[in-house]
């Protein structure tokens, strides 16, 4: 059967079919990086647009404050990781690659962690704000390798108020000024701030770095930033 304009019924619907696959492909091509988006918005840029490189404007307005940061401020290489703690590909770069980035080049690099809660991810808020509390009391970073450590633990759960409360115990922290600045609502303000500088400079999903301004998106492999900090320490 035709239409009025010469065009094949069946034609029309295998077209239509061919654009719902290649959408679903594209989705799964997309979380194949090891990386979590942001509603429907793309990540993962096409290759012929080539990485996002941040101006020297930008490159400090991201390395500057942040969540925590830690490493040598005048360091040639800076990392800034745009991050939350219920992402599990977030988690993955944590176990499998982080640590070997602290290990291999100290102070040779100067790392930053950015706030970027995912909103379907019931708890990225909160405990991005635990994480802060916990730096009030010197321990941001004991709490967010603990986070992650655990985050098999708590991502499932609805209330995880708890799980916060015994982690902050297990770290030495006086849990009454913990308890009473996470339920403030203090950081919520400066979390979304990071949110919004991360869209700014064309972050949507999560994990997302920039590496002396360069943008490496997910959860990539040890030698994807070996290369590019090498890169960097040979200028």
């Not at 290990?103 to 809660?117: K, L, S």
């Not at 994990?207 to 002396?212: Q, T």
Request: net charge negative.
């Amino acid at each position: 059967m035709k239409n009025k304009g010469g065009i094949n019924f069946l034609t029309l619907v295998l077209v239509a079919a061919l654009v719902a696959a290649a959408f679903f492909v594209g989705k799964y091509l997309e979380r194949s990086k090891g990386v979590e988006v942001k509603g429907d918005q793309q990540v993962i840029q096409e290759e012929e647009q080539g990485p996002i490189i941040l101006g020297e404007s930008e490159s400090k307005l991201i390395s500057e404050g942040g969540a925590g940061n830690k490493g040598n401020r005048n360091a040639p290489v800076t990392i800034v990781e745009f991050s939350e703690y219920e992402c599990p590909y977030c988690k993955s770069y944590v176990d499998e690659t982080y640590v070997r980035i602290i290990e291999e080049y100290g102070d040779q690099i100067y790392y930053v962690f950015r706030d970027y809660p995912l909103a379907f991810h019931q708890h990225s808020q909160e405990t991005a704000e635990a994480a802060r509390c916990a730096g009030d009391q010197g321990e941001y970073w004991a709490m967010h390798d603990l986070l992650f450590a655990e985050r098999d633990e708590w991502a499932e759960k609805t209330d995880i108020t708890s799980n916060l409360i015994s982690y902050a115990q297990n770290l030495g922290l006086n849990t009454q000024q913990f308890s009473s600045c996470l339920s403030s609502g203090k950081y919520t303000q400066a979390i979304e701030d990071d949110l919004a500088l991360g869209e700014k400079v064309g972050v949507s999903g999560t994990p997302s770095f920039f590496i002396n301004g360069k943008m490496l998106v997910g959860a990539a492999p040890f030698e994807n930033f070996q290369a590019l900090i090498e890169e960097e320490l040979t200028k």
